[in-house]
């Protein structure tokens, strides 16, 4: 079946921009993740929903970057008056559960702020 | 935050060679996962071992988990140009959330 997809797999966009990043998760999958990753790190997460909830939102850098999940399935995570220290690859991850499984990533996002 | 810290850092060996990567991590979690990472995008799930298990295979991987010391460690056996890759480890916390913490990764090259 199909993998968890990301849309679109490249943005550039200009310092004060606002973008949107899309995840579309395998299907059936109740749980989604976003996480983020600069260069030479490991992911940071970002926020993670539970059904159309954000059940923990914790990662968050602060108020610019927000994220919505209105039906249930498709994502969207946008950021605000986007800086570059925003520059990094985007990646969302489900699961079909939550409390500890594994999550499967999509290819992710990579966004380059000028 | 970074959870934990991979050792080392980088790792090159031989084809048929063994490669071990070490995990440390800080806090108590429900358990510990591993993922390997090509070319700086999507990550693959390997193995994943839960706070009360101590040892875990699947194929020609290995994971070991020591919750007193906060460690685990991930063994390759016989690995193969292919295995070449970031590999990282990931830990879900005990309480209330259900996010994973990763570590900063060990970079593996196999020569051929």
């Known amino acids: 079946g199909a993998g968890v997809s990301q849309t679109p797999s490249n943005k550039v966009t200009e310092k004060g921009k606002y973008v949107e990043l899309r995840c579309d998760p395998i299907?059936?999958?109740?749980?989604l993740y976003w996480y983020r990753q600069s260069l030479g790190q490991g992911p940071e997460f970002l926020i993670y929903f539970q059904g159309t909830g954000a059940a923990d939102d914790s990662g968050l850098p602060n108020d610019r970057f927000f994220a919505v999940r209105p039906e249930g399935s498709v994502s969207t995570l946008k950021i605000q008056r986007t800086e570059r220290g925003d520059s990094a690859v985007y990646l969302c991850a489900s699961s079909p559960t939550v409390l500890g499984n594994e999550q499967f990533f999509g290819p992710g996002t990579r966004l380059t702020v000028l | 935050s970074q959870q934990g810290e991979e050792d080392p850092q980088a790792l090159s060996i031989q084809e048929g060679e063994n490669a071990t990567m070490n995990c440390s991590y800080k806090t108590s979690i429900n358990n510990l996962q591993w993922y390997r990472q090509n070319s700086g995008r999507g990550l693959v799930h390997l193995i994943l071992i839960r706070s009360n298990e101590r040892e875990k295979h699947s194929g020609r991987l290995r994971v070991t988990l020591d919750t007193s010391k906060k460690s685990s460690s991930l063994l390759i056996t016989a690995s193969r140009a292919a295995d070449t890759a970031s590999y990282f480890c990931?830990?879900?916390?005990?309480?209330?959330?259900?996010?994973?913490?990763f570590g900063t990764g060990t970079r593996l090259q196999v020569f051929p």
């Open positions: 990931a830990t879900g916390p005990m309480y209330n959330t259900d996010k994973l913490i």
């Open positions: 299907s059936g999958h109740t749980a």
